[in-house]
């Protein structure tokens, strides 16, 4: 049996986790799983007023407040969604790409603790390195214009960057897992340094 392909791709706001993930899915034929997407698409559809995660429970509608403000969703909320798609894509042998995970160190470990028990199964955790200024200038430049898209709340987003995600990607480095990617090429250097890897 072919194995199955899960690549995550991280790093900071407009670093281009969605377009690397739209180029690989082209090339690889592989489904995206946006992080973003999902928790508004849960969030949107969840009609009780809370959720219930090992024994914890998750207020949906301040999590709604939460994601309104530009902050991240519970880590909890967001691990138990990703985990969840990734049992049910593995059961249909299915390759994912998942732009915007992982973002905090408790998700990555989960992640890394379902790999571990799986057979056929090859990971790839990618991030995408940018600067600040370049990280700025890209978001407020974005064609699209992401209603996020402004100074004050992409300020907020890198230093929410730095507070959860960037001790993620620190404990992945540690766990020899992690894929640096210079973020600062261009869309296609950038996929052809990744698919390196996927070789």
């Not at 899960?6 to 690989?24: C, N």
């Not at 969840?84 to 042998?93: G, P, R, S, V």
């Not at 790999?115 to 974005?142: D, E, G, H, M, P």
């Amino acid at each position: 049996m072919k194995p199955i392909t899960i690549i995550f791709l991280t790093g900071k706001p407009a670093s281009g986790k969605d377009t690397q993930a739209e180029l690989l899915s082209k090339k690889l034929k592989f489904e995206i799983i946006t992080t973003s997407e999902e928790i508004l698409k849960f969030l949107n559809s969840y009609k009780g007023k809370y959720l219930k995660i090992k024994n914890i429970k998750i207020n949906i509608q301040r999590q709604r407040k939460l994601i309104e403000k530009g902050f991240l969703a519970s880590f909890r909320l967001v691990s138990y969604l990703i985990l969840k798609i990734l049992k049910e894509k593995i059961k249909e042998n299915k390759s994912l790409i998942f732009a915007g995970s992982p973002r905090t160190i408790y998700e990555a470990r989960q992640y890394l603790n379902f790999f571990k028990k799986q057979k056929n199964i090859r990971f790839y955790f990618f991030y995408l390195k940018i600067s600040n200024k370049t990280a700025i200038k890209r978001a407020l430049n974005r064609k699209e214009g992401r209603p996020d898209d402004i100074l004050p709340t992409i300020i907020r987003r890198l230093k929410i960057f730095n507070k959860e995600v960037k001790p993620a990607i620190d404990w992945l480095k540690k766990q020899k897992v992690l894929i640096e990617i210079d973020g600062e090429k261009s869309p296609q250097k950038v996929l052809l340094e990744i698919l390196k890897y996927l070789k």
